[in-house]
């Protein structure tokens, strides 16, 4: 039974509770999403295992988890990137949102995402758990696809992609 944080909207730990519950219940808690970038500033995209528990088969960022309790969330990002993945990189903290989104299966995702970027180049071991498919693609070929595709990705995908761009926009490097 995994347990995520209970967070209020300064993102202060507010408790613990079973991460299907505060699905359930669309309690706030804290998560972090990850990008990864190769050398020519190609974006590592997954498509998530068809079995997920919510938004099988969508395509998103590299990696999306929750840390767990007393869990630093940079250290999660890159256990989670190493479980679902198969490598491990470095990874900088560049922004963070809140959002609610309810899914037809009658859960919400309603978190405080932590957004990080890293650079990786070497060989990806996903696991099939997780992982149905992966690929590299330039950010002006994702922004057509979400706009002219936007069913193939994940709710998150959609907020933090335009702000990811106007994060690199501003001069800021992953």
């Not at 991460?19 to 804290?30: C, D, F, N, V, W």
């Not at 890159?78 to 491990?88: P, Q, S, V």
């Not at 071991?125 to 979400?146: A, G, R």
Request: hydrophobic share 35%.
């Amino acid at each position: 039974m995994t347990e995520v944080i209970l967070v209020n909207e300064l993102d202060e730990q507010v408790g613990t509770m079973e991460k299907m519950e505060a699905h359930e219940k669309a309690i706030l808690h804290r998560a972090f999403s990850v990008f990864i970038f190769n050398s020519k500033g190609e974006m590592l995209l997954q498509q998530r295992a068809i079995k997920k528990y919510h938004s099988g088969g969508l395509w998103t960022n590299a990696c999306c988890s929750h840390p767990l309790p007393g869990e630093e969330t940079i250290a999660a990002a890159k256990r989670r990137l190493n479980e679902e993945l198969g490598f491990t990189t470095d990874l900088k903290k560049a922004f963070q949102f809140t959002y609610k989104a309810p899914f037809d299966n009658g859960l919400t995702e309603h978190e405080y995402d932590h957004v990080f970027t890293g650079k990786y180049e070497g060989s990806i071991n996903p696991d099939k758990e997780e992982v149905s498919d992966y690929c590299y693609k330039p950010m002006e070929e994702i922004e057509e696809t979400l706009q002219s595709h936007p069913k193939k990705y994940t709710v998150w995908f959609h907020i933090a992609f335009p702000q990811l761009k106007q994060w690199m926009q501003s001069g800021n490097t992953f």
